[in-house]
């Protein structure tokens, strides 16, 4: 297959342009965002502080993506020039230059997340566990978009390969290679659907953060699957035993498994679920027929 997408889905007026990869971006995040308030609904748990989380987890999103991208693989440069961090300018000989957001990581994402709900667990006084359950198991559709728009974009490239699921990006070279950006996306939306049904099978209000622990166990045990198939991101990885994102995700697992040893052998501390309006009503017109 050869891969000769424009990543620039149209340009608007003043030069400013919509992208597939920005559009694939949000959709996940909307998505993401309308599992976890349908959750919340279905639960009948109040939705007064929905918006808010969701705008903690944008915010942490982007802003740590970057910023992990900065620090774990371009660190000597970003550091010489911190304003380029979070700036979508480059100073140079010729002036000021736009350059947009060239690198997001994920693991710097993860990271940034996770304190956000943290923040937004302690000023809002809710249960933290319960929250990142259901936080947890709408990350992996998101992120299936956010792999879709790498492909869109010809990057985050896989090794050279013979077999059939060889694809040329002809805008980077004309090397058949490993859709690895396809692969995690694939292995994403599956997840997505397991981690669905886990939570909706298991007694997560008894048993706080066990969902969770597993999004964290299977998500980044396939991301350090995936990175054998990908080159090297950046220079320094070359000849180091594993590569950075592979390194990055160990520590993502060992907590994974932790919170899941901690689910399955005592109750947390997660607040009771209210039943379902319709359970409820449903128990009070069998009282009334008694």
Known sequence: MVWDLNPELYQLFGGVSI????????????????????????????????????????????????????????????LSRPLEMLLPFRWSGAGIEFVGYSGLASHGGAIAVLLAIVFFSWKTAAALLPILDKVGVAIPLTGAFIRMGNFMNSEILGRPTNS?????FSRVDMVARHPAQLYEAVAYLLLFVLLTQV???????????????????LLFSIRILVEFVKIDQVGFEAGMLGNMGQWLSVPFVLIGLVLMAR??????????????RDAIAKQGDSRARV
Not at 19 to 39: D, I
Not at 164 to 168: H, I, S
Request: glycine share 12%; proline share 5%; aromatic share 18%.
């Open 19 to 78: 992208w597939y990869y920005s559009l694939l971006f949000a959709t996940g995040l909307m998505l993401g965002y309308v599992w976890v308030k349908r959750q919340y609904i279905r639960e009948s748990l109040s939705v007064e502080h929905i918006d808010k989380l969701a705008m903690y987890i944008f915010v942490g999103t982007m802003l740590g993506a970057r910023l992990g991208h900065c620090l774990f693989y371009e660190p000597d440069y970003y």
């Open 164 to 168: 059939v699921f060889g694809v040329v």
């Open 199 to 217: 939570y909706h099978r298991t007694r997560t209000t008894k048993r706080p953060g066990f969902v969770f622990g597993l999004f964290l166990t």
């Open 263 to 276: 689910g399955m052998t005592r109750e947390g501390s997660g607040k009771p679920v209210p039943k379902p």
